[in-house]
């Protein structure tokens, strides 16, 4: 089946510091979502993204499909962006189950 | 509401016993999904109801799990003869057709 590796694995920011999160996968996609996990357990839709660029607010993506990988951008960090962000991506082709990353655990301190 | 619900939100059964999770995605939503949380495996797929065709069930770990969709809405799995490994948080997510899935808050479910 599809890898899915995201990288790094964790990351501590300092509150306003910017990073950029990447997930890598093996083959083709026509579905890429982007996911933020916070402290409750909640999953929140961050991004729905099989190609191209999105922004909203501090956050941003960019999926570049052809060369199978897409990274996430936080502006600005707040403590409130801390928690687990997952890639999950559904192959060209599949039915539209989801196949996860492990997770990217970000810390932003104040 | 205007998001998927699950209930209950937490769960806490003794090992053998059977358990059944429900599932309320957004109106209109022809497709719906579980999957599980667990600490060593990760976020897995579980079944993916679309419309009226048959399920996919590809992701079921063991024949003492299934689901049923009812009306082409709510949802409930059900885990029969529980086991201590089945502690996860069962998440419910529902899309329309093939777009962005949107997830419920999850079941927590503690085997004793």
């Known amino acids: 089946g599809i890898q899915v590796e995201q990288s790094p694995p964790d990351l501590i920011l300092q509150e306003g510091a910017n990073s950029t999160l990447r997930c890598n996968f093996s083959d083709s996609v026509n579905n890429l979502q982007w996911f933020h996990q916070n402290p409750w357990g909640q999953l929140i839709n961050l991004f729905y993204?099989?190609?191209g660029t999105k922004q909203n607010g501090r956050l941003s993506a960019t999926t570049v499909a052809t060369e199978r990988y897409s990274l996430l951008y936080i502006s600005s960090s707040q403590t409130t962006d801390s928690g687990v962000y997952f890639c999950?991506?559904?192959?060209?082709?599949?039915?539209?189950?989801?196949?996860f990353g492990k997770g990217i655990t970000l810390s932003v301190r104040p | 509401g205007a998001g998927v619900s699950q209930s209950p939100s937490n769960k806490v059964t003794e090992k053998g016993k059977d358990v059944e999770l429900r599932c309320d995605p957004i109106s209109g939503h022809t497709a719906l999904y579980w999957y599980r949380q667990s600490l060593g495996q990760g976020l897995e797929f579980l079944i993916y109801?679309?419309?009226?065709?048959?399920?996919?069930k590809s992701g079921l770990p063991s024949d003492r799990f299934s689901a049923e969709r009812t009306g082409g809405s709510v949802s409930t799995l059900t885990i029969q003869r529980t086991q201590q490994e089945d502690s996860a948080v069962y998440l419910c997510?529902?899309?329309?057709?093939?777009?962005?899935?949107?997830f419920g808050d999850g079941t927590r479910l503690s085997i004793l």
């Open positions: 997510a529902s899309s329309l057709a093939a777009a962005s899935q949107h």
């Open positions: 993204i099989p190609s």
């Open positions: 109801f679309q419309g009226n065709s048959a399920p996919d």
């Open positions: 999950a991506v559904t192959p060209t082709g599949a039915n539209s189950k989801l196949t």
